[in-house]
């Protein structure tokens, strides 16, 4: 077994990311912060699994990531018309290189507990579920893994949709993956959801010190 984390990250560049946060932030603060939650992702990831794949994108954005990212890390290039194609795709590559389990995350939840992913990673790990996701407020998940390669998996989803988490246990039911679910978390793409963030960041010494780049960069908008 050779575990890896994948992190799914755009370039953070004004207009590009997190552009629901605009115009309660100007473009360029939103991409600023998106920065911010790269690095706390990536080294939060880092405490739970030994190597980590950067899946990045735009095709020319892994520069401005190599800067903002330190650390022995693989690339990636993100393909496909919709996450659901990038993920595939990103899996599929993964696996024949010789790794898996395989544990996805995306950039929008700085504070998440390093310890959610090791759950993942030890349950694939031990051939007790096939799949593990875990669920966001919004109807998406904050966590895919997945012990082996599984065609149809993200078939007839909807992405970023209420609909998102449903539809892909959906499929995992009807391809007979073992699925671990994992507790709730949250991700950041409203306003709303930033303003959660920065309550948590604000009183909790524990997500502190998980997310200390995006929570030097609240203290200082505040």
């Known amino acids: 077994m050779r575990p890896v984390v994948i992190i799914m990250i755009k370039a953070p560049r004004a207009g590009l990311v997190k552009t629901r ?7 360029d603060e939103a991409a600023a912060l998106a920065a911010c939650f790269a690095q706390d992702v990536v080294n939060g990831a880092k405490q739970a699994a030994g190597e980590l794949i950067i899946a990045y994108s735009p095709a020319d954005g892994r520069a401005e990531l190599e800067m903002l990212l330190q650390g022995d890390l693989l690339w990636m290039e993100q ?9 595939e795709h990103a899996a599929a590559e993964a696996f024949a290189s010789g790794f898996g389990p395989l544990i996805f995350l995306g950039a929008d939840s ?3 507990p390093p310890s959610f992913i090791a759950v993942a990673l ?21 966590l895919l893994g ?6 149809g998996l993200f ?7 209420t609909r ?19 507790p709730p978390f949250y991700d950041v793409d409203t306003y709303e959801d930033l303003l ?12 502190q010190r998980r997310a200390p780049a995006t929570h030097r960069w609240l203290k200082e908008k505040r």
């Open 164 to 182: 998102t988490y449903a539809e892909t246990a959906r499929n995992a039911r009807r391809l007979g993956l073992r699925l671990l679910e994992l």
């Open 196 to 207: 959660r963030l920065r309550t948590e960041l604000l009183s909790d010494e524990a997500a």
């Open 21 to 27: 946060l605009v115009p309660a932030l100007a473009a």
């Open 110 to 112: 700085p504070t998440l």
């Open 79 to 87: 393909q496909g018309a919709h996450l659901g194609e990038r993920l």
């Open 146 to 151: 997945l012990r082996r390669f599984a065609e």
């Open 122 to 142: 030890n349950g694939l790990a031990a051939a007790e579920y096939e799949i593990a996701l875990g669920p966001t407020q919004d109807g998406g998940y904050y």
């Open 155 to 161: 078939q007839n989803v909807n992405w970023s949709t």
